[in-house]
């Protein structure tokens, strides 16, 4: 099936720092969203992004939707310990009526 | 407050039992899904309902069954439990299909 490929897997950064991950396809997408998961908690909605080219901030988290239609990225500026997480990325293929497939996800350390 | 609600949040089951895990969404959403989650997979569809009266199996359906019971609620049964079973079963709802999903909080399933 259908497969986004997001990287890095894990990221180890130092409080305060910005941070950046990516989601590529090999198939074009309508739709990304980004989605963060809190440990022992279910993901939540970050950003959702629906025109190529749009960029999207939502307070320190600025996701855009890239140009191929076949990747895009998430950046976090100054990053907090409430930033601990995974990060999923997730995409419709064409229509509304697509499911929505997830990556595997970023998983976010903060070092104090 | 508004949202997916899982039960039961843990639970322990041998080898051959069989039980059903439960979710309920207060949204008035049209569709519904169970996801599992195991560790550097992701996010993994097992089956969905586009909308009541409808279901259909998703990425990895063998071994579990669900039902549409109504519009609320959305069960998924696992009639003869295996250890490959063990996982985080996420229910997730959307007002229509495709549309960005709400999830509940989890079921941590061990099968011993």
């Known amino acids: 099936g259908q497969q986004l490929n997001q990287s890095p897997q894990s990221m180890f950064i130092q409080e305060g720092e910005d941070v950046s991950m990516n989601c590529t396809s090999s198939s074009i997408f309508n739709t990304w969203l980004w989605y963060k998961q809190d440990p022992g908690e279910g993901p939540v909605l970050l950003i959702a992004?629906?025109?190529?080219?749009e960029l999207t901030s939502n307070g320190r988290l600025t996701a855009q939707f890239g140009i191929t239609r076949k990747d895009s990225f998430l950046n976090i500026s100054a990053s907090i310990p409430s930033d601990v997480g995974i990060y999923f990325c997730a995409g419709q293929l064409r229509s509304r009526d697509d499911k929505i497939i997830f990556g595997k996800g970023t998983r976010l350390h903060i070092l104090p | 407050n508004a949202g997916v609600t899982q039960t039961p949040k843990f639970q322990v089951l041998k080898t051959g039992q069989s039980m059903t895990l439960q979710c309920a969404q207060d949204m008035n959403h049209n569709s519904m899904y169970w996801y599992r989650q195991d560790p550097g997979m992701g996010l993994r569809l097992i089956y969905y309902s586009a909308s009541e009266g409808t279901t259909d199996k998703g990425e990895v359906p063998n071994g579990y069954n669900v039902s549409r019971l109504n519009k609320r609620e959305f069960s998924l049964r696992l009639e003869s439990a295996a250890p490959s079973q063990t996982s985080v079963y996420f229910c997730?709802?959307?007002?229509?299909?495709?549309?960005?999903?709400?999830f509940g909080s989890g079921t941590r399933l061990t099968v011993v």
């Open positions: 997730a709802s959307s007002p229509e299909a495709g549309y960005g999903y709400t």
């Open positions: 992004l629906y025109k190529a080219g």
